[in-house]
């Protein structure tokens, strides 16, 4: 997206601070979100105030050595990605620099080579009508994967001629639309969502495989999830889980701040596993953009965005994509330097006053959509939030509540007692899962939603009668409050527990997680009709259930049958006669 500006106006630096540099000269042509190159090393930045005659730029670099006085390059386009073929299995910065080209120019104004070549092959001949989202062709890079070059946003007509198969330049053109060549390569700003037709329903699940979450709080294609909790509480893992288990055509993980050892981690295992819907590595249809707290702070603030942008790339091919930040706690911490080194009122605990407007209009960009060429594609987002001390009142974590479809609360006393994943039952929500219910319907499941409920219910029952056998002891409770204690203990270490080392369990296919639920309430409802029946309840304390407790992890991913057997199995044991 050109602007018709000078190509190049230049200025002079007058003060630095941090990542803010203030520049003298540059004429008033240059507008907000400008980028700008700085000093003798060409350092990226972005024009974030502009007064009569001066103007603020954030760099994405570290400012070290660059001395007042040097010279400033504006460049008329603001901060834009790259989008095309050769981002699936690769790692970039957060300016959507590739890090697998390091370190020939991972040193402070270095530059990547754009001199790359691919193999093209045509899937269309000259004479069709195309338009925005239209493959024309798919190109092989340097790392294997096929890709989909397709017709940029705003070009549109007959396709008036297409390269023949061959080699071709990452920066070149493959077809001419109506007069206007399309390149191989488009870029697009990283602030500016990209346009599509019409927004549709949330209707349709993203399965996780994780059974707290495809069961008690479900996210749908095009919806927002946040994973709210402390340090230690297993907020990385959960996402890994996501990230490798979910069923979404493409992810883009981005690593916005967090430790590079956690970030290097989960690299190494996307590389190891195997895809269960391709059998190639899963590593072919992830990109990751990594910003850890040992990169430039601004680069975080722009991470998140260029990571949203080559989302909806991949979503406006009619792709199922999902955008993983790990944290926006990290990114509201750069968005509250940036505020304070340039001078702006704090809002709540320091933070910029526009922070819940950053938020939302960054959530704001998720959504299932028609695109312009009349496909259905989706972009759900799934952020991490990392409240200082675990306290969730604090602004980061009141705002995203506010605007994201599913909260998933981390509890500290469940991560501390080994029960993996750690999501609360009692302070997590999903806003998604009424209108999920018809879609489980149509699937041949309509219980899902009675499942879901009896469920979530059975959980708070137990939890208020467990406060109440503290006081006076759980022997002193009825027979049937004792029951629900009991299948509720079941749910918890034998349907809710998940172990993301066990092969086998990792991940769980959608009529297991059925079969699993059903069970441990088919348990209850066999024993309260025992206990109706004259049984005392701690004869059925003593039966063991371990069989169906160790279902999860040794019946197969999708073996509903094997939870069944192991359930039939329990119930028998129920109504036995005791001696």
């Avoid at 994780?210 to 008690?216: I, P």
Wanted: charged share 20%; proline share 6%; with cysteine.
């Amino acid at each position: 997206m050109g602007v018709n500006r000078p190509a190049d106006t230049s200025g002079r630096i007058r003060r630095i601070n941090g990542p803010l540099v203030e520049v003298d000269g540059l004429p008033p042509t240059v507008a907000l979100a400008d980028t700008v190159e700085i000093g003798s090393r060409n350092l990226v930045g972005e024009v974030v105030h502009v007064s009569e005659d001066r103007i603020t730029a954030q760099v994405y670099e570290s400012t070290a050595g660059v001395r007042a006085g040097e010279r400033v390059r504006a460049r008329p386009w603001p901060l834009s990605a790259p989008l095309g073929p050769g981002l699936l299995g690769r790692v970039f910065d957060g300016i959507l620099r590739p890090l697998d080209e390091a370190p020939t120019w991972l040193v402070p104004g270095g530059q990547p080579s754009r001199a790359r070549s691919m193999r093209f092959a045509p899937l269309i001949e000259a004479g069709a009508q195309v338009g925005p989202g239209t493959r024309i062709g798919t190109a092989v890079t340097s790392t294997n994967i096929e890709e989909a070059v397709v017709v940029p946003p705003g070009v549109q007509g007959s396709l008036d001629w297409v390269s023949p198969p061959g080699e071709t330049d990452w920066g070149g053109s493959v077809a001419t639309v109506a007069g206007r060549q399309v390149p191989v390569v488009q870029h697009w700003p990283v602030r500016t969502q990209r346009p599509h037709l019409e927004r549709l329903r949330t209707d349709v699940p993203l399965i996780t495989g994780q059974r707290v979450l495809d069961v008690l709080f479900p996210v749908a294609q095009g919806s927002t999830a946040a994973v709210v909790g402390g340090f230690g509480t297993g907020k990385t893992v959960l996402l890994q889980q996501i990230a490798k288990w979910c069923d979404a055509d493409v992810i883009v993980y981005v690593g916005c701040g967090e430790r590079g050892n956690e970030l290097a981690d989960t690299l190494d295992e996307l590389r190891q596993l195997e895809d269960p819907r391709t059998g190639r590595m899963l590593m072919e249809r992830t990109v990751i953009i990594a910003n850890t707290s040992n990169m430039p702070v601004m680069a975080r603030e722009a991470s998140i965005y260029t990571g949203m942008t080559v989302a909806e790339y991949f979503r406006d091919q009619g792709l199922h994509a999902v955008l993983i930040a790990d944290s926006t706690s990290r990114w509201a911490e750069a968005q509250r330097e940036f505020a304070s080194r340039l001078g702006q009122l704090p809002a709540e605990e320091g933070y910029p006053a526009g922070l819940a407007s950053a938020l939302a209009a960054f959530y704001e960009r998720a959504g299932r959509v028609r695109t312009l060429s009349g496909a259905e594609g989706s972009v759900t987002v799934v952020a991490a939030v990392s409240p200082p001390g675990g306290d969730l009142t604090e602004p980061v974590t009141a705002h995203t509540q506010r605007f994201v479809r599913c909260l998933w609360t981390l509890d500290r006393d469940l991560a501390y007692g080994r029960h993996y994943p750690a999501v609360s039952w009692r302070s997590s929500f999903s806003r998604d899962a009424d209108g999920l219910a018809s879609w489980y319907v149509e699937q041949g499941d309509p219980g899902w939603q009675a499942r879901r409920t009896r469920t979530a219910a059975l959980l708070a029952q137990a939890d208020h009668l467990r406060s109440v056998a503290e006081l006076v002891g759980e022997a002193a409770l009825p027979g049937r409050e004792r029951v629900v204690l009991l299948t509720a203990r079941l749910v918890r270490d034998g349907v809710l527990r998940q172990s993301a080392l066990d092969a086998n369990d990792a991940a769980c296919g959608t009529a297991k997680q059925a079969a699993l639920f059903d069970a441990a309430l088919a348990v209850h409802d066999a024993a309260q009709r025992l206990v109706d029946a004259g049984r005392p309840a701690a004869v059925l304390e003593e039966v063991d259930l371990s069989r169906l407790v160790q279902a999860a992890s040794q019946v197969g991913r999708d073996d509903a049958a094997g939870v069944a057997r192991r359930r039939d199995e329990v119930l028998a044991l129920l109504t036995r006669e005791q001696d």
